[in-house]
């Protein structure tokens, strides 16, 4: 297949699959599409490492990074900024917690010491952190960086042009699209309600012919979604360049998601998830679990805004998948994980090559299937 | 164009047109799709005089007529029903509503009285009421009945059967769509959350395929996100055996929604739906206003179930439109009506054979561009 995506990143399968997992990006990339590795989590030194292996395995064929690089550089020392925003958290929402886990059986530890868990990822959006990990991207073969954190600064922009790597964006909504295309992005995704993990309210279909119609000769990508050929063909004919699936890999055989999640993933509905502020302060959709129940119930606090709840509800998230993974029945109750609508069609998990494979043939099925009905 | 659509009914467009205006229904069905009434606000005496007139403009060409029929048939007085549930309406939520329409300078009349504009309604759902509506409609020429209450009695199937009407029925998840096929519907319309009116959770994007997959020999409708011929090649591609079109129509010349509503739509985001109870009960999307700000704000009362929300909401309905229609600010500040997320392309209205015409040689475009990527 031919389209704007596959001439800007030379791919042969207009396809961008999204992972935290080193092995499903070098897949997606192997099989034809281009990996994405989600690398917000990583530290500089576990991002270096991760990047060298990718490299070993896709041999020169393109790959990129997702980072949350936000767009004001406040100066500062990272380990100030987490204690400030450590001494924000509400003792009613610690407390909540703690309550929250110990009906469940989890140990909830002592949380009001640290959230130490949860210090890594927010020195990765401060601005330092950031700036050590696009210095270790940019010392890689990397094609892309995307960023889900509003639009990219000018110095990103302009290290992207200087080095010949894309930038790309994730927007919910038209105002987003304007702002991102403003501060000079390469490329566009339009990411529907239906996707996993932070979205906005507006769905793919209507979504994405918006942001093509304001994108001009932007390329822009659907996702949300789309983790079959026959979705991937309705974007193409929505006007995308191609799709961004991030989903799909939650269910293939290189994906690192604990496989009692992925058990939950393979018997749940598209009607099982929900777009909640509880992990993260904003908006993002997952497998709804008694974790949702228990912030919905009434007296139950608000949940903070970002990073906020996300320090908050971070270290309790590790306790919570340790314990399930030892077995804690109350634990797996909670148990649950950024995922989108797709989550429905799970059957048995796949590799990942396999996945990009079969949703390729399907479009081209499914665009010559359309031809026929004229 | 040709799908088990153009085949089971007859038309050259796999587009079946929603709307309440027969205009609008006329015109759908002269242009080569399908028009279907949406009868439920009908007496059986307007309806009768409204597919007449129907059939004189189609000339024999298809079309349909969309009811609420309940699947259980209790027997009872429709007066002795409405007086019933009048009853049933908290003194609470006739206060509530009240004090809104007055903060917004709209007269509230005697709310405690009444709410007669409704009673119509009511007694349409009522099962002697629709079985008056029903036998109007098979005294006519249709070729549809579509159904969005629920599976539809074996009586309807049946006269369906006997009549060569089919009977289709929405769906909005997977387990509707099991008891429909259980029922013996002849259409199932998968509809995503982003349409307009009653909608579930899932999008358009998702509950498609799922629908297909689960329907079989079945045809599915793909409604939800559907105004334009892109999304519906996206709709086909996803394995739709067609579209069906509810908000499209709300900006055409022919529909009989009020100009100043229209004027809004035209002026709306896609960002500007909310998915409410507020109007009937159950969720529905329809034009975020003033009207969902004051149900939303603490201290508000819970919206009602149906059909006593869509009793106690619609003579202040039927106030505010008459009060917005006179030219009042603050009536103009509450003034919605049901639409989807595609709302946000509306621009000047145009005539419902333009809209059809345009849609199905958009359609014909995008696949066609579709084949030449392979």
Not at 13 to 31: D, I, K, Q, Y
Not at 344 to 370: H, M, N, Q, W
Request: aromatic fraction near 6%.
């Amino acid at each position: 297949m031919r389209t704007a995506l596959t001439d800007m990143l030379g791919v042969d399968v207009p396809l961008v699959g999204f992972n935290r997992s080193p092995g499903v990006v070098a897949e997606v990339t192997r099989a034809g599409g281009f990996g994405v590795l989600a690398a917000t989590s990583y530290s500089p030194e576990e991002l270096d490492v991760q990047l060298t292996w990718i490299e070993e395995r896709v041999q020169g064929r393109p790959y990129g990074v997702d980072l949350l690089v936000p767009a004001t550089t406040t100066v500062g020392d990272p380990a100030d900024l987490v204690a400030s925003l450590r001494a924000q958290i509400p003792a009613e929402h610690i407390e909540f917690v703690r309550g929250l886990l110990e009906r469940y059986g989890v140990d909830p530890g002592d949380l009001s010491r640290g959230f130490g868990a949860a210090d890594d990822q927010v020195e990765g959006i401060a601005p330092t952190g950031v700036e050590a990990l696009l210095d270790v991207a940019f010392s890689h073969d990397i094609s892309l960086v995307a960023n889900a954190l509003g639009p990219p600064p000018p110095s990103l922009v302009e290290r992207g042009r200087k080095a010949g790597v894309a930038v790309a964006a994730l927007v919910g909504r038209a105002e987003h699209a304007l702002r991102q295309l403003d501060a000079g992005v390469d490329l566009l995704v339009a990411q529907g309600t239906e996707a996993g993990g932070h979205t906005g309210t507006v769905a793919t279909m209507v979504l994405t012919p918006e942001i093509v119609h304001i994108a001009g000769d932007t390329p822009v990508l659907a996702a949300g979604g789309i983790a079959s050929g026959a979705q991937m063909a309705a974007a193409l004919a929505l006007g995308a360049a191609g799709v961004w699936c991030g989903s799909v890999w939650l269910n293939s055989v290189e994906d690192i998601t604990p496989v009692h999640v992925k058990r939950k993933f393979q018997t749940a509905a598209s009607t099982d998830t929900v777009r909640s502020r509880t992990r993260t302060g904003k908006p993002a959709r997952q497998l709804r679990s008694a974790w949702h129940d228990e912030w919905e119930r009434p007296g139950s606090p608000e949940p903070l805004g970002m990073p906020l709840q996300m320090m908050l509800a971070k270290d309790a998230w590790q306790r919570i998948d340790a314990a399930a993974e030892a077995g804690a029945e109350g634990a797996r109750e909670l148990e649950s994980f950024f995922v989108g609508q797709v989550v429905g069609s799970f059957e048995e998990p796949r590799p990942t090559a396999r996945i990009v494979a079969e949703i390729a043939a399907e479009c081209e099925e499914r665009i010559a299937g359309l031809w026929r009905m004229l």
